[in-house]
């Protein structure tokens, strides 16, 4: 379908969500029917949704229940948002990344040549194509679900009952440099360390109390653009 005929759709929902004229309850009721069958465009899924949710039907609700009960039960987290898939607009998602404060994604992750080093670079980790959008959605709303190789943080504990976590970015013999999740970078002595243990991503695995369902699917959308690298974001 064009783009342009998925943007009037999905503009057009967003209107529908408040109408009370006769007819409204029929046309999300129908289109909550196509949606369950699987043959709702998937780029307007989310915006079909979101405004089906707003109607007080009994009708659409229950089509609502149907439709959601049929997700895949496999993975609580990352169902629910399993329509953010396609549809975004990733000029949006640039500034989520950006300049959401909120979210802070700049500051541990680098993109298009700029950014921090806590996080893998997303340029280089979106070129690769076993990085398919649903595991950028999972990045995002289950950020300990596949952590990046080379990314895994780790919890030290030293003989003098400090703790540290962060990610290996250099080991010696002798020492060992820790970046945390600030981007500060601290060298341990071997000797001192009393214990080392797995530990969660350094990603806030909350980060989408802070987003909406459209701000994760146009940060997915941004994030699968630099599988072209660069260049394709356009803003170095």
């Known amino acids: ?45 989310l915006d079909l949704v979101e405004a089906a949710r707003r109607r007080a039907a009994g009708d659409i609700k229950s089509k609502l229940a149907k439709y959601e009960s049929g997700l895949p039960a496999d993975d609580a987290v990352v169902s629910p948002y399993l329509d ?28 298009a040549g700029s950014g921090g080093d806590v996080g893998p670079d997303l340029s280089k980790l979106a070129a690769d194509p076993a990085r398919t959008r649903k595991y950028l959605l999972e990045s995002l709303v289950a950020p300990n679900k596949a952590i990046a190789k080379g990314f895994e943080s780790v919890l030290i504990l030293d003989s003098n009952g400090q703790s540290f ?18 981007g500060k970078v601290i060298t341990l002595a071997k ?21 909406t369902k459209f701000d994760v699917r146009d940060l997915v959308e941004f994030l699968a653009t630099l599988k072209e690298g660069p260049a394709k974001e356009g803003h170095p």
């Open 84 to 111: 953010c898939l396609e549809g975004g607009d990733a000029e949006r998602g640039r500034v989520i990344f950006r300049e959401r404060t909120q979210v802070s994604c700049i500051r541990c992750h680098r993109a």
């Open 1 to 45: 379908m064009p783009r342009l005929n998925i943007d009037w759709q999905k503009a057009h929902l967003a209107s529908l969500a408040n109408f009370t004229q006769p007819g409204t309850n029929a046309i999300f009721s129908k289109a909550l029917d196509v949606l369950t069958s699987g043959e709702f465009p998937a780029a307007a899924r």
């Open 191 to 211: 000797e001192d360390i009393e214990q080392r243990r797995p530990a969660k991503s350094a990603m806030p695995d909350d980060l989408t109390k802070h987003l």
């Open 165 to 182: 976590t962060g990610i290996i970015k250099k080991e010696t013999d002798n020492t060992l440099d820790l970046m945390t999740a600030e």
